[in-house]
C-alpha cells in the first residue's frame, strides 16, 4: 500500500493520469439494477438497467473502460441516493448533482440543461425544448440530442414527449414501455398515456 508521502508522485505524474481516473458503481432502483460512472469533474454516465446485473456492468465498462467498480464518494453517494429515491416515487430534485458535460457537443449541452429543468410528473415536447431554445425548427436536433443522452434520468429525457400527448421515442432497454413505466412513477398525467400505464408498462 502506497504511504501518503508516496502518493503525490503518483498523482502529478501527468494531468492527462488524473483526468481519466474514473470509478463506476452499480445500484439497486425500482426498476433494476442501474450504474453509474463518474470523473474528476462530475458524474459522465448513467446506466439504465438491463436484462441483468452482469449485463448493466457490462455495458459500463464498454462506455468507460478505464473505470474501476469502486465504492461512491460522498457527492457520488448523494448523486446515486437522489435517482434511487425518485424511482422510488419520491418528488427527488436531481438538479443539483454535478455532470461532467465536457465531451457533449454544445447543442447537446443546451437541449440537457433544459431538460434538467422538467419537473418529476411534468413533460415537454421536443418542439417546446428547441422553442425554449430559440431553434423551433429544430424539434428532430431536440430528439436526436436526447437519444445520445448519456445521463439518462439525472437529465430526464423521459419527460419529453413528441406533440400531442405522444411518447416519442426511449433508447433505455424496453424502450417506449420503460419511458412510461419512469413516468407512471413520477405521476405524469399526459392523459393519452393513461391506458398505456393501466396495461402495466
Known amino acids: 500500500m502506497s504511504t501518503i508521502s508516496e502518493m503525490p508522485a503518483t498523482l502529478t505524474t501527468t494531468t492527462t493520469r488524473v483526468e481519466t481516473v474514473r470509478g463506476f458503481a452499480l445500484f439497486e432502483t425500482a426498476l433494476g439494477t442501474c450504474g453509474l460512472a463518474w470523473g474528476p469533474n462530475g458524474i459522465v454516465g448513467v446506466q439504465l438497467p438491463e436484462r441483468e446485473e452482469a449485463e448493466t456492468r457490462r455495458r459500463l465498462k464498454r462506455r468507460f473502460p478505464d473505470a474501476q467498480e469502486v465504492a461512491p464518494p460522498p457527492e457520488i453517494r448523494r448523486a446515486l441516493d ?41 413533460t415537454l415536447t421536443y418542439g417546446e425544448i428547441a422553442a425554449r431554445l430559440g431553434e423551433r425548427r429544430l424539434a428532430r436536433e431536440v430528439g436526436q440530442a436526447l437519444s445520445e443522452n448519456p445521463f439518462a434520468i439525472v437529465v430526464p429525457c423521459h419527460r419529453v414527449v413528441a406533440a400531442g400527448g405522444k411518447t416519442g421515442g426511449f433508447s433505455a432497454r424496453g424502450g417506449v414501455k420503460t419511458k412510461l413505466r419512469m413516468l407512471a412513477i413520477e405521476g405524469a398525467q399526459a392523459p393519452s398515456m393513461l391506458p398505456l400505464f393501466d396495461e402495466g408498462a
Open 82 to 122: 437522489g435517482i434511487v429515491a425518485l424511482l422510488r416515487g419520491e418528488s427527488t430534485d436531481l438538479a443539483a448533482v454535478v455532470l461532467d458535460m465536457e465531451r457533449v457537443p454544445s447543442f447537446n449541452r443546451r437541449v440537457y440543461e433544459v431538460a434538467r429543468t422538467i419537473p418529476p410528473g411534468s
